[in-house]
């Protein structure tokens, strides 16, 4: 059971969920103590304005449902945060004074009709470039200035507003014109006369994205992430000469982030390598390249600032998520106590089918006392194209408490181990994926770690998608699922989902659901839903543009029609929740699941 400090104490768990968030900030490029950043107040994540100096921490936005995307002008005059309604991620961006209270001096200043966001890039000027996305027109791009508002770029497929080169000259961005939203080309736009000065393009199969380009005005160079080598990997586009220059890091891993020093002499990357990131200082007249900022666990996110000093976020499994500097120091500290500690994860490695497959493993403290295997919880990622970290998580922390193991695989489809790792899923949606976690459950099913009898699989989002399929597909493993938020009908989602979810969807299947029907129907989880025998538990946001929830209720209506035994927990919130009562209740209606259900 989970530990507690008396009768009606606060359990470890739930501490760990009410435990105050912070971001990293990010900083006004001509005001650098000026920041803005996302936070817990009063249990709910919202938009804060940071003054570096002095260290205050000011609440601008009241929701309801939380704010959790924001930027900052280069002038740091004003705050930028996207209002989209309970959740939904269809809106429109509002500005407010940095300093001021909850509501005042809020406007909206582009005047453009709600949408799904594309990206946002402000000009010192006050000059703004804003992408949009919706059904009716696929995306468009609009620059906003001085009242006037130009549309210099739409498509039918997914494309997103990158950066804004600082004399506002020049607008890059990503597109999936030739069809494949996970693997876009790049544009570089002369906003001067709406001519296209740059177009890279490195085949089918192969990523190229703008990451930002030089802070130094009249610099006109670009840093781009592509995948030529079949990871992702650094070039600098030189757009006055067309020059391209790879940056050869020399480090195992590949790309997962990175940023210009502030005088453009070098870049801070961030690397990805076995589920740990960690950074890296690039230095261009030396091309040396040295390991920066802590040795072990996970690098969140990371900034440069004009005094050479970089602010990272960062945890491990058993650390919660700091706010720092290179010399260790902590920046920014989140209001109220901090979260519990956990456990250290064991690095798991199984051959599977594809090739050796990684996973990592958290067990309780005291294991000596449980008389034999452990029940395990396969918790199984989101995105797909992400991974499982060593970083700190709540949720996998409650499972540890309450005595099970707990893996999260990195099965192919998840980012860190290669571009042919990340795309393999393209074979067959879904059932890849599950052929490496059946592999490594296995695997701590043989070595005496995990009761056969006592396998739980959950996830979220593509994690709650893999849940179902795994239930329908391997029915003779599992002994109960839970899926939050999960793709369940992929047609009906196809027909009711966000537009750039459709277009990737396009992408990983390689057409629509009418144009590649046995596609759909072979990785939906309800053509295997009259074989789930495990109880199942659902949960679904109302207002979820990701995973909409009527083709959950198709999916949990088959269920009732053969007697299944099921669950289902809705809430009125998007693909998530930014409240900690909410992320508390899920919690501990998943708990109250397993206990009542699990052999």
């Not at 509501?103 to 990206?119: F, K, S």
């Not at 001085?146 to 004399?167: C, F, K």
């Not at 594809?354 to 403290?365: F, K, Q, S």
């Amino acid at each position: 059971m989970s530990e507690t400090e008396g009768a009606t104490a606060t359990p470890v768990w739930e501490k760990r969920f009410r435990a105050g968030r912070v971001g990293l900030p990010e900083w006004a490029e001509e005001a650098p103590q000026r920041c803005v950043v996302e936070a817990t107040v009063g249990g709910v994540l919202e938009v804060h304005s940071f003054d570096a100096a002095t260290g205050a921490l000011h609440r601008l936005t009241d929701r309801p449902e939380g704010t959790s995307s924001a930027t900052i002008d280069p002038a740091g005059e004003f705050v930028w945060w996207f209002d989209d309604t309970a959740g939904d991620e269809y809106g429109v961006w509002r500005r407010q004074p940095f300093g001021s209270a909850p509501g005042e001096g809020v406007e909206d200043p582009l005047g453009l009709p709600p949408a799904y966001p594309a990206g946002l890039a402000l000009g010192r000027s006050g000059l703004v470039v804003v992408g949009s996305q919706d059904d009716e027109y696929g995306t468009r791009i609009d620059v906003v200035a001085d009242g006037a508002t130009r549309r210099v770029y739409e498509h039918r497929e997914d494309a997103w507003a990158g950066d804004l080169s600082p004399d506002e000259r020049f607008l890059a961005i990503a597109h999936s014109e030739h069809g494949d939203s996970r693997h876009p080309d790049l544009r570089v736009l002369d906003l001067t006369d709406g001519s296209v000065v740059a177009e890279l393009s490195d085949g089918p199969g192969k990523g190229v994205s703008p990451l930002g380009f030089s802070p130094v005005r009249g610099d006109a160079r670009l840093l781009v992430e592509h995948e030529r080598a079949g990871r992702p990997e650094l070039l600098v586009l030189d757009l006055l000469t067309g020059r391209e220059v790879p940056i050869a890091l020399g480090v195992p891993g590949e790309v997962a982030g990175a940023e210009w020093l502030r005088d453009a002499t070098g870049l801070v990357v961030l690397v990805d390598h076995e589920a740990r990131t960690l950074a890296h200082r690039v230095d261009f007249a030396t091309g040396g390249v040295q390991r920066i900022g802590p040795a072990t666990g996970t690098v969140g996110g990371a900034t440069t600032r004009p005094d050479g000093d970089v602010w990272l976020s960062w945890s491990s499994s058993a650390r919660p998520w700091v706010v720092g500097n290179l010399a260790g120091e902590v920046l920014l500290r989140a209001p109220g106590e901090p979260a519990p500690p956990s456990v250290e994860v064991r690095d798991v490695w199984v051959e599977g089918e594809g090739g050796r497959v990684h996973a990592l493993l958290r067990l309780p403290a005291d294991t000596t006392s449980t008389g034999g295997p452990l029940p395990l919880v396969v918790e199984v990622h989101g995105g797909p194209t992400a991974h499982d970290a060593d970083s700190f998580r709540p949720y996998c922390a409650t499972w540890v408490d309450e005595g099970f193991a707990v893996v999260q695989v990195n099965y192919r489809g998840s980012t860190g181990y290669g571009s042919a790792w990340r795309d393999a899923i393209e074979a067959r949606v879904g059932h890849v994926e599950l052929a490496d976690v059946a592999a490594v459950a296995d695997h701590l099913v043989a070595i005496g770690v995990a009761d056969p009898a006592r396998l739980v699989l959950a996830g979220a989002s593509w994690g709650g998608f893999l849940t179902l399929l795994g239930l329908g597909t391997q029915p003779e493993r599992w002994a109960l699922g839970l899926a939050g938020v999960p793709v369940a009908d992929y047609v009906a989602a196809y027909e009711d989902e966000m537009e750039g979810l459709k277009a990737f969807d396009r992408s990983l299947f390689g057409g629509s659901p009418e144009q590649v029907p046995e596609k759909y129907a072979d990785s939906s989880p309800i053509t295997y839903v009259d074989a789930v025998r495990a109880p199942v538990l659902v949960l679904a946001g109302r207002n979820d543009p990701r995973c909409p929830i009527r083709q959950i209720d198709n999916y949990l209506g088959r269920l009732d029609a053969r007697g299944a035994v099921h669950e289902v927990y809705r809430y009125d919130a998007g693909h998530g929740s930014l409240l900690d009562d909410e992320r508390v209740r899920q919690m501990r209606v998943e708990l109250d699941f397993v206990r009542r259900h699990l052999p």
